[in-house]
């Protein structure tokens, strides 16, 4: 045991990040660690790292360089290096961050306990890295005992890795394959989550649909579903990431008549035009996603749908991006999180002879935020009159006097009531304006 020390956890890139370093902390807490908000106070400070785009990897080196000096203020201080970047850059990281004790890679993530008795008995750092090992443990996967009182909504990991080799993509090179949790180990976390007071969680993976897949397809994310429809107080079921080739009608089917799992479902489409859905491999056309949205429109009323979208792809002629805008705006996702392209060393994408000039990827970016934006405000805008079943999540933080909470299909919603709604209560909120980041309105009459 080591009462008394102290840790810090800093975390960039996605949901399954935040996940990971919630796993770190448990396992923290189990070894009698406290977290402290300033890093200088922490006797380990750990950084959740991604590397999905360059941007993340300078902004964690820089990181790095500030928090040397509190490493030389407090020799006995250990920095470590988690997460995907820690899994791409290996001993890189050490070459430029000596001063770095640990690096470990996302599916090394169990071994943290060990590995921090190794660093107790050596000066030398760690590198412990690699995606072909054994699986972790089932409950080294839950993250249900780190979950501060209070907290009403929860992340749990249903399946790592993804097999998909996207020509773009670094993640199955530093989360490996599908690697499925059973249904029941799942179910028990989230049960332990709901006495905590969950009361809404995320089912998370890389590609969350193909959960099962690598089981024999035993079970899928509809026999989930289902399991968590009878615990008794869970209210909502959230799950992301989809990719558009796993979305099937029994999903569709599933969303929209088990009533707790919301309808929403974010499905990146990544680019708005074939020849770039081929380069990328993405596996599906224009038409094909097109059909499912469709699809999954006509079938659950409500739904929204959001996307992830890459600009500047190798190959995006001037034309072939306005092909790209005309295919967002005939589609109208409710939201799109919207990237620049960058070129990720070891990807068929990054070789490629004709990559678009930064500055031409910037000028494109600007414009698909203006259609962007220009879309989701009228889809919020036409919201208005229409009431929304929201989970309260407690005051505004931009205005204290009202409630913040999001309805069912994952909108934002602030509202005012003469009478506050509690943390967790699901209430009825009749929208009156629709904004950007999504409606205001007010509480209805109960």
Known sequence: ??????????????????????????????????????????????????????????????????????????????????????????????????????????????????????????????????????????????????????????????????????????????????????????????RRLVDAGVREVTLLGQSVLAYGRDRGKAFDIVTLFAQLQEIEGLARIRFTTNHPLEVTDRIIDAVAAMPKVMEHFHMPIQAGEDSLLTAMKRGYTVARYAELLGRIRARIPGVSVTSDVIVGFPGETDAIFETCLETYARLRFDQQFMFVYSPRPGTPAATRPDQVPPAVRVARMQRLVELQNAISTAITAAAAGQTFDVLVEGPSERDPARYAGRARNDKAMVFTAEQGPRRGELVRVVAEQGHLWGCSGRLAAR
Request: hydrophobic letters at 40%.
């Open 1 to 190: 045991m080591t009462a008394g020390k102290t840790y810090h956890i800093e975390i960039w890139g996605c949901q399954m990040n935040v996940a990971d370093a919630a796993a770190a902390a448990r396992r923290l807490e189990s070894l009698g660690y406290t977290e402290v908000p300033d890093p200088a106070d922490a006797d380990l400070v750990l950084l959740e790292t991604c590397c999905v785009r360059e941007k993340p990897e300078h902004k964690v080196y820089s990181r790095l360089g500030e928090l040397r000096r509190f490493k030389e203020a407090r020799p006995g201080m250990k920095l470590g290096v988690c997460g995907c970047m820690a899994e791409k850059e290996g001993r890189t990281i050490l070459r430029h961050a000596p001063f770095v004790d640990l690096v470990i890679g996302p599916r090394r993530l169990a071994r943290l306990p060990e590995i921090l008795a190794e660093l107790a008995e050596s000066d030398e750092p760690l590198v412990e890295t690699g995606v072909d090992g054994e699986p972790e443990p089932e409950d080294a996967q839950d993250f249900s005992r780190y979950t501060r009182a209070g907290e009403i909504k929860a992340f749990v990991n249903i399946i790592e890795g993804c097999n998909y080799r996207c020509a773009y993509c670094i993640v199955p090179a530093v989360r490996g394959a599908f690697s499925s949790r059973a249904p029941d180990a799942v179910a028990d976390e989230v």
